[in-house]
């Protein structure tokens, strides 16, 4: 197979998030996108300016620290540091976009919950974004059917969903918990650095 047949057959996963901090429902939810959508790569993408979030989010250099011990990087999880970098909002089409120029004949992904789909139509330029992506959005089994958008259907993801949020994290934090309560929560690795680093203990942590 020549080198444009191989770009052409790539599936490159984008998935995006504040990541404030990264659990266990996250890890699942890459671990069975990169089993069952046959992925060559994904990328991991820390929110840098959220839009959409009434609260500030922790700094990134945390949140990308706490990345980078969640999700086992390698030739096929990448955490993907752009929208860090970028001065202003993150805006999911720009990410997609500049993905789309490095991967110019790859499909790309874009790996999504059901809630995130709902609100989609309330996203910055978000017909680009269903133009620049396939979505995907991860699908409780039993849970209705997601609703078409703009005459696209996203294509589902089926997984045990595990009821955790960043919210109930933050919040154990806040209330003291340690490594070993917090490690029920996100992996032991991220619960050391949370607990190491005394993350969300300060007055008026959201």
């Given at each position: 197979?020549?080198?444009a047949a191989v770009a052409a057959s790539m599936r490159v996963g984008v998935f995006g998030g504040a990541f404030d901090p990264p659990h266990r429902g996250h890890g699942a939810l890459v671990e069975q996108a990169l089993r069952q959508l046959a992925l060559t790569r994904l990328h991991v993408v820390p929110t840098g300016q959220a839009w959409h979030k009434a609260r500030a989010l922790t700094c990134g250099a945390h949140r990308l620290a706490m990345c980078r011990l969640a999700f086992a990087e390698g030739p096929a999880v990448q955490i993907d540091e752009r929208e860090l970098r970028r001065s202003g909002p993150s805006y999911t089409v720009d990410t997609l976009t500049e993905l789309r120029t490095l991967y110019p004949d790859a499909e790309l992904i874009l790996l999504m919950g059901a809630d995130q789909w709902a609100a989609?139509?309330?996203?910055h330029?978000?017909?680009?974004?269903?133009?620049?992506?396939t979505p995907v959005v991860a699908h409780r089994p039993g849970a209705p059917q997601?609703?078409?958008l703009h005459g696209v259907a996203p294509h589902l993801l089926p997984w045990a969903a595990l009821d955790l949020s960043s919210t109930a994290v933050r919040a154990a934090a806040a209330a003291g918990a340690g490594v070993a309560e917090l490690a029920r929560l996100v992996p032991l690795a991220v619960a050391r650095y949370i607990v190491d680093h005394g993350l969300y203990r300060s007055?008026?942590?959201?």
């Open positions: 197979m020549n080198a989609l139509p309330s996203w330029r978000w017909r680009d974004v269903l133009a620049l992506a997601p609703a078409a007055a008026g942590q959201p």
